[in-house]
């Protein structure tokens, strides 16, 4: 609700273009869900039963919990040198994840869980801190490597869901994922355009800052329909697809 009401006194110009505090090195968290590094997170089943779709959706729920944060500290980290279209574009990312983790919540409650239930690992804040001095290598590793990964990946749970049986969990993640091509495609537009402002190659230097801020590999099979329509072609990512482990 803070989030959604922050982005709504911005767009309607209650909230000055001026950024007179030092962001925080983490924010704020609640005392659960535990956060575990990756590698010692417990692996999810992909059966259909209960209690593997409320460990799903807490996951995704962890994963639109955070991504508030890194919409809004992109917003307050980087906003002082950016045009206001900028921070726009950003704090109503920030509300669209909020709203995302409102639905993934409410579905766990329906289904007899909550938010915090079920450990979470810490990854995406530890790419935020990895690039939280450089814009260019911020929007390279979290929209356009991160959230591109969720583009991947959605599908294929949403069919899952149906084919479980559960059409509410599967409209809501199909909500989800209409949402964030557009996020990809925020995170895309901003990088190209620091890009040709620099006269750099938007290819050469996305693959550049990739290896230097991105521990992992890109996974195929990449979907690259939605890719594509979030600025992403498959020319730009395909010659980092590595066979190693998918990155979770």
């Not at 980087?78 to 409410?106: C, I, K, N, Y």
């Not at 290819?203 to 996974?219: D, I, M, N, S, Y």
Request: charged share 25%; with cysteine; proline share 7%.
């Amino acid at each position: 609700m803070r989030a959604r009401s922050v982005a709504r006194d911005w767009r309607l110009g209650r909230l000055a273009h001026r950024f007179d505090e030092s962001m925080p090195d983490r924010p704020a968290r609640p005392d659960a869900p535990a956060l575990l590094p990756p590698n010692r997170m417990p692996s999810r089943r992909r059966g259909g039963s209960q209690a593997n779709r409320i460990a799903m959706l807490h996951a995704f729920a962890h994963i639109e919990f955070v991504a508030i944060d890194l919409a809004f500290d992109a917003a307050g980290r980087f906003g002082a040198g950016q045009p206001r279209e900028f921070v726009t574009d950003w704090l109503s990312v920030g509300a669209d994840e909020a709203m995302h983790f409102a639905l993934l919540r409410r579905r766990l409650v329906a289904l007899g869980s909550d938010y915090g239930a079920l450990p979470a690992h810490d990854g995406l804040w530890e790419a935020a801190e990895a690039t939280r001095n450089d814009l260019m290598a911020r929007l390279a590793v979290v929209p356009m490597v991160l959230e591109a990964r969720g583009l991947d990946v959605s599908p294929g749970t949403i069919a899952r869901l149906e084919a479980a049986g559960d059409r509410t969990s599967a409209r809501i993640l199909a909500r989800i994922y209409a949402d964030e091509i557009r996020h990809v495609a925020v995170g895309a537009r901003w990088f190209s355009r620091l890009c040709d402002s620099a006269g750099l190659d938007m290819a050469e230097c996305w693959k550049t800052l990739v290896k230097q801020h991105f521990r992992g590999p890109l996974k195929p099979p990449f979907n690259d329909s939605a890719r594509t329509k979030a600025g992403l072609p498959r020319e730009l990512y395909a010659s980092l697809a590595s066979t190693g482990p998918v990155p979770q």
